[in-house]
């Protein structure tokens, strides 16, 4: 029995159809996966195809031709994604850009920044001991849950708990009525 080498394919735009029917499913389970709509997988997947049909004489028999295409794919939607940032950040002319640097819109303080630490002690005598003493710790002393929770025998969730209340009940008694817009004490 004579051995003949095996042959290898010819590689050309039939037996590239036929390369990539085998790959489709996989193709475009990751583009949509990837894109988040079928549109744009589609498209991802078309390109993916033309991509590899230009560079047909790259692709080397005995390799793994999915990993090359998937390869392809991969390096198509890392172009997209890098070309779609440049556009968003070029939507803004230059002098637009150079007039919104210059003259920045000065920020209003916000409300809770205008308390004192007077009116704070006060108000910290004015809410349930068992929520100043939480917010205390935290807030003025900065300890952290665990050890509030330690020192004063309760489970840790409860010390975010009455942390939640105690910022609750300062707000309302430090913020008038529809002020209390930006963070809390």
């Known amino acids: 029995m004579e051995s003949r080498p095996l042959s290898t394919p010819t590689l050309d735009s039939r037996w590239f159809a036929a390369f990539i029917r085998e790959h489709e499913t996989a193709l475009r389970a990751t583009a ?3 894109c988040g ?3 744009d997988a589609r498209d ?12 047909l004489a790259r692709y080397r028999p005995g390799t793994d031709g ?30 637009e850009l150079e007039e919104r640097i210059a003259a920045p819109e000065p920020e209003a303080a916000p409300a ?11 108000a910290l005598e004015r809410i349930p001991q068992e929520f100043a003493t939480v917010y205390r710790l935290h807030a003025l002393e900065g ?9 004063l025998g309760i489970p840790k969730a409860t010390v975010g708990t009455r942390l939640i209340r105690a910022r609750r009940k ?16």
């Open 32 to 34: 949509l996966r990837l």
């Open 37 to 39: 709509n079928p549109t």
């Open 44 to 55: 991802l997947v078309q390109d993916t195809y033309e991509r590899g049909l230009l560079n």
């Open 66 to 95: 999915r990993a090359w295409l998937f390869t392809i794919l991969h390096h198509l939607f890392i172009d997209r994604c890098r070309s779609k940032a440049r556009e968003r950040r070029s939507d803004v002319s230059a002098e």
């Open 112 to 122: 809770w920044a205008a308390i004192g630490p007077e009116q704070l002690r006060e």
């Open 143 to 151: 300890r952290p849950y665990t050890e509030i929770a330690e020192r």
């Open 170 to 185: 300062l707000k309302e008694l430090l913020m008038p009525a529809g002020t209390g817009k930006g963070e809390t004490p």
